[in-house]
């Protein structure tokens, strides 16, 4: 399973890429907000900083909007993946482009049933919802395992992308269900790395080889023969 950075951060994103296990990215019209410069430019830099696949949001309205609105989104770079909601607008304008050899996500999936849609439309990958159906009182997870298991009963070749990850275990479990990729804020990515007993070992282990040091920096030199 990839895992992805679901940022529009630059910052957020090289710190995560220079640990080494940084898949791709993706974005949506809320983040790409809160970063308060010209969407453009945001896109541009990220495309350019990661090999990855890098999601852009579709904000069009209407079949022909969207549809042009992809095509100049995927024309940004090669590792560029047009996102598009799951409308019937957006079905349609995914299929248009699909056609064209243009990958698209299809997002806020909050269903099993959707997914199905978003697989005929030939969607590169679909987007459920974990943390946003969890917020309502539904079960992202079992959402995901059902649109997992169907997708591979079915022979799908659209990716799983389990996205609105809250917590490491929306990870492993999202992981364990299937997902081809987990896409997850960086507040949640960084929660992956973390342990209480891997900093308490590292300390040990530091301070074990500090107090060697201190001794054989204070030992008599041994005398030759
Ligand atoms: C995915 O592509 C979405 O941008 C994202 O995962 C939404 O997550 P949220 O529910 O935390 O906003």
Redesign the pocket.
Known sequence: MKL?L?TASIEEIRTVAAWGVLGGI???P??VAKEGDDPDAVWKTILTEIDGDV?L?VTALGVEEMEAQGRSLAEMGPNAVV?LPMTPDGLAAAARLGADGIRV?I??VFSAAQAILAAEAGAYCV?P????LD?VGSDGMGVLRTICDLYAVQGYQSKV?A????HPMHVVEAALAGADIA???FDVFTKLVKHPLTDIGSERFQADWDRLQTELGTREPRKEG
């Open positions: 992805f679901d993706t974005t949506n809320s983040l999601s949001e996102k996500n997002t806020l987007s919802f974990l943390g946003r917020d992308l996205a609105s990850l809250r896409t997850m804020p």
